[in-house]
């Protein structure tokens, strides 16, 4: 039986944009000199524990102390704006015979929030998991084989779907297959079809309507 393993951010819902105005506000309010081009071509996909840690690294800051007022105005944006990636819900009732997760480098009360303020929470619970449930998150494959291993599949019987750089070397190196979506409106400040096609996934679409189509390619239905 194949599984499908879904990240969140990019994949099901559109909130890169956001996530990155709000992580540049508290960046530059902290006497970083970022553009929100570098953490779009940098950090897409990795916990926001290991950006703040490499830019803490590279700038000397700490901003521990602003972290909860950064969580509540994002989640507000969330509320105010948050949508799901176009076409996804339809993707996901064409595949509800497959049995799926979402794993994301997100934690997990920001997972419960995004999921159900976009209608997506009832799709893929219990299977939702986060980063801070393993040692290493993304491009580490750690996050997606303790996805697999609730699902009760193995991982070369796993396709994952993944917006980013380390979303793909992370289902790479768990040895799952893996389709680039670069279905989210962040797609070209990420730069995504330039440089997913570099990592050499198992397919690329820009539309979550193809996935179903592109799944059943892979498994040669």
């Known amino acids: ?10 994949v099901l819902v559109d909130s890169e944009p956001l996530s990155v105005a709000e992580l540049g506000a508290l960046l530059r309010g902290a006497g970083v000199p970022v553009e929100d081009a570098d953490i779009f071509d940098r950090m897409i996909g990795r916990p ?13 800051i700490d901003v521990t102390s602003q972290l909860d007022a950064y969580r509540a105005s994002l989640a507000a944006r969330f509320r105010a704006e948050l949508q799901p990636i176009r076409g996804i819900a339809r993707a996901l009732d064409l595949m509800d015979h497959m049995p799926r997760a979402c794993a994301s480098s997100s ?23 986060s980063a801070t449930q393993v040692a290493r ?3 580490a494959p750690d996050l997606f084989l303790f996805a697999a291993e609730r699902l009760g599949v193995a991982p070369a ?17 768990a040895g ?34 193809e996935l179903p189509a592109t799944i059943a390619r892979l498994l040669g239905d």
Request: overall charge negative; charged content about 20%; hydrophobic content about 45%.
């Open 107 to 129: 934690t997990l009360p920001r997972l419960e929030l995004t999921l159900k303020l976009t209608g997506l929470w009832d799709r893929f619970a219990p299977h939702i998991y």
């Open 176 to 209: 799952m297959r893996v389709i680039g979506l670069t279905a989210g409106s962040h797609a070209v400040q990420a730069r995504l079809a330039e440089r997913l096609p570099a990592l050499h996934p198992d397919a690329i679409v820009a539309d979550a309507a």
């Open 48 to 60: 926001l524990s290991e950006i703040l840690g490499i830019y803490q690294g590279e700038h000397g």
């Open 157 to 173: 019987d796993c396709i994952v779907i993944e917006d980013s750089a380390a979303g793909v070397r992370a289902a790479k190196a």
């Open 137 to 139: 998150g993304k491009p």
């Open 1 to 10: 039986m194949t599984a499908l393993i879904f990240d969140c951010d990019g």
